[in-house]
């Protein structure tokens, strides 16, 4: 079975900090993704990667897959309250027809 | 733009009653999922379907059935109802697009089981 660790769960910080979301595992994914869950809503996909190595920016959100594919990381510049949420990073086994491997969770306050 | 819905979105079932849990696309994929979501567990895959009539095990497939009937449905069902299926269920959908493929998540369905 392959597992994904978040870190950290549960973080609190001010508008305006800077913060980094950990995404960790001992197996190799295809890809890796990073979904955003709002209260009462379903999972959002954010951002896909699929190169070890690449990174990808989303405005203030910038993504980075490991070079050996196994641990990821999601980091926002500048938070604002509109960031808060429960974020998911996710793996791939190649193709999605057997689902995701979620992490989970790391639920993010950013508080004004 | 209905995407995934489910149906319905709250229940609450006594000890042993059945229910199903309806998930429909509209996007026609070809892969669908149910998972359910508990505190501090994250999101586990109960079971899955590749097309239509086909149907497989995923994590957590104990005290669960599914059926796919048509492509664009994908029904989750409990025989007996337990507590510990008390829960937040989600049913996704994607298409292959090789490994980037995103996985469509519905608004979930809570279920209470008293």
């Known amino acids: 079975t392959q597992l994904l660790e978040q870190s950290p769960q549960f973080l609190s910080i001010q508008e305006g900090e800077n913060l980094t979301v950990y995404c960790n595992s001992s197996?190799?994914?295809?890809?890796l993704q990073w979904y955003r869950q709002e209260p009462g809503e379903g999972p959002v996909l954010l951002v896909t990667?699929?190169?070890?190595?690449e990174v990808k920016k989303l405005k203030r959100l910038t993504f980075q897959f490991g070079d050996a594919r196994k641990d990821s990381s999601l980091h926002i510049t500048a938070a604002q309250p509109g960031d808060t949420g429960l974020y998911l990073c996710?793996?791939?086994?190649?193709?999605?027809?057997?689902?995701?491997?979620f992490g989970k969770g790391t639920h993010l306050i950013i508080q004004p | 733009n209905a995407g995934v819905t489910q149906t319905p979105k709250f229940r609450v079932l006594k000890t042993g009653q059945s229910m199903t849990l309806l998930c429909a696309q509209d996007?026609?994929?070809?892969?669908m999922y149910w998972y359910r979501q508990d505190p501090g567990m994250g999101l586990r895959l109960i079971h899955y379907?590749?097309?239509?009539?086909?149907?497989a095990k995923g994590e957590v497939p104990d005290g669960y059935n599914v059926s796919r009937l048509k492509k664009q449905n994908f029904l989750l069902g409990l025989e007996s109802a337990a507590p510990s299926q008390t829960s937040v269920y989600f049913c996704?959908?994607?298409?292959?697009?090789?490994?980037?493929?995103?996985?469509?998540f519905g608004q979930g369905t809570r279920l209470t089981v008293v």
């Open positions: 996704a959908s994607s298409s292959y697009r090789g490994m980037d493929t995103e996985a469509f």
């Open positions: 197996s190799v994914f295809s890809s």
């Open positions: 990667v699929v190169t070890g190595g």
């Open positions: 996710a793996g791939g086994s190649g193709g999605g027809a057997d689902g995701l491997t």
């Open positions: 996007m026609n994929h070809e892969y």
């Open positions: 379907s590749v097309g239509e009539g086909t149907t």
